[in-house]
Nanobody
Framework: QVQLVESGGGLVQAGSSLRLSCTASGNIGSIHLMRWYRQAPGKERELVASVTPSGSTNYADSVRGRFTMSRNSAKNTVYLQMNSLKPEDTAVYYC?????????WGQGTQVTVSS
């Protein structure tokens, strides 16, 4: 089992920055992929960014160049640095971890970007 706890969401103005954090606990040695998803009201959950244990990252086209996902293995934490935020980035952001047996989700953190 893996537990994920997100933090760092909030209400900001367009053009601002936020950094989300996701700390993993439990059987973290088996995790082989971590991802950030988001879900806006009335829309499906979408993949925002992912990072492998080797540090390889991928991003959705809508955030590439503005968002950066990173990891601190010593702290069992991944981050999502979000710059140049837009109102369309408003959503609940979820941390996700994948191991050989299951997929795990955090509780989500709200990000609201005002115009």
């Amino acid at each position: 089992q893996v537990q994920l706890v997100e933090s760092g969401g909030g209400l900001v103005q367009a053009g601002s920055s936020l950094r989300l954090s996701c700390t993993a606990s439990g059987n973290i040695g088996s995790i082989h992929l971590m991802r950030w998803y988001r879900q806006a009201p009335g829309k499906e959950r979408e993949l925002v960014a992912s990072v492998t244990p080797s540090g390889s990252t991928n991003y959705a086209d809508s955030v590439r160049g503005r968002f950066t996902m990173s990891r601190n293995s010593a702290k069992n934490t991944v981050y999502l640095q979000m710059n140049s935020l837009k109102p369309e980035d408003t959503a609940v952001y979820y941390c996700n971890a994948v191991d050989s047996w299951d997929v795990y989700w955090g509780q989500g953190t709200q990000v609201t970007v005002s115009s």
